[in-house]
T-cell receptor, first 115, second 113 residues
């Protein structure tokens, strides 16, 4: 079945540093990938839609300069949290859809802790 | 405003005790209702997609149904390994062919042996 691989699964970084999270579609091409953020006991909130070869579309309230998204190929999208602060600590999840007849497939998530 | 509401927030069952989880939605043009299972610290795992009222899908002990306003996830004779958070999401009639999903907050299911 369709697999989305996300790395790292967890990361701890110091305030002010940047962290890159990778999302790969392993057995299908994904022209579009979605990046979500999830706080404890909260639903997944869409941050941005990543489009291969073009700029990402950000949801209202999400800082473009803080959450940099690059979708350079049909199988890889990256999310870089720049100048991270403790309030950026969260669970980040990517998603893609292999095709119209498939459900959305999610990565395993990345737990980011900023200290 | 498009919205997804799940109830209850948490549900505790004894092994073998069947029950249902509810997902109520308001959306301008439903293009699919999705059920996912999420284990702690993991990404959501796809369970079902429903597209039209009256549709039903089954997988092992789970059965999902859909009406024009809500969906139910029925769990028959649950086992402890069914313990997880179950998420409901809808895809609205916008956002192009790859429209994003709108999620509910989930129902945390605990099944005791």
């Amino acid at each position: 079945g369709a697999v989305v691989s996300q790395h790292p699964s967890w990361v701890i970084c110091k305030s002010g540093t940047s962290v890159k999270i990778e999302c790969r579609s392993l057995d299908f091409q994904a022209t579009t990938m979605f990046w979500y953020r999830q706080f404890p006991k909260q639903s997944l909130m869409l941050m941005a839609t990543s489009n291969e070869g073009s700029k990402a579309t950000y949801e209202q309230g999400v800082e473009k300069d803080k959450f940099l998204i690059n979708h350079a190929s049909l199988t890889l999208s990256t999310l870089t949290v720049t100048s991270a602060h403790p309030e950026d600590s969260s669970f980040y999840i990517c998603s893609a859809r292999p095709g119209d007849s498939y459900g959305y497939t999610f990565g395993s998530g990345t737990r980011l802790t900023v200290v | 405003e498009d919205q997804v509401t799940q109830s209850p927030e948490a549900l505790r069952l004894q092994e073998g005790e069947s029950s249902s989880l509810n997902c109520s939605y308001t959306v301008s043009g439903l293009r699919g209702l999705f059920w996912y299972r999420q284990d702690p610290g993991k990404g959501p795992e796809f369970l079902f997609t429903l597209y039209s009222a009256g549709e039903e899908k089954e997988k092992e002990r789970l059965k999902a149904t859909l009406t024009k306003k809500e969906s139910f996830l029925h769990i028959t004779a649950p086992k402890p390994e069914d313990s997880a958070t179950y998420l409901c999401a809808v895809r609205a009639n916008y956002g192009g062919s790859q429209g994003n999903l709108i999620f509910g907050k989930g129902t945390k299911l605990s099944v005791k042996p």
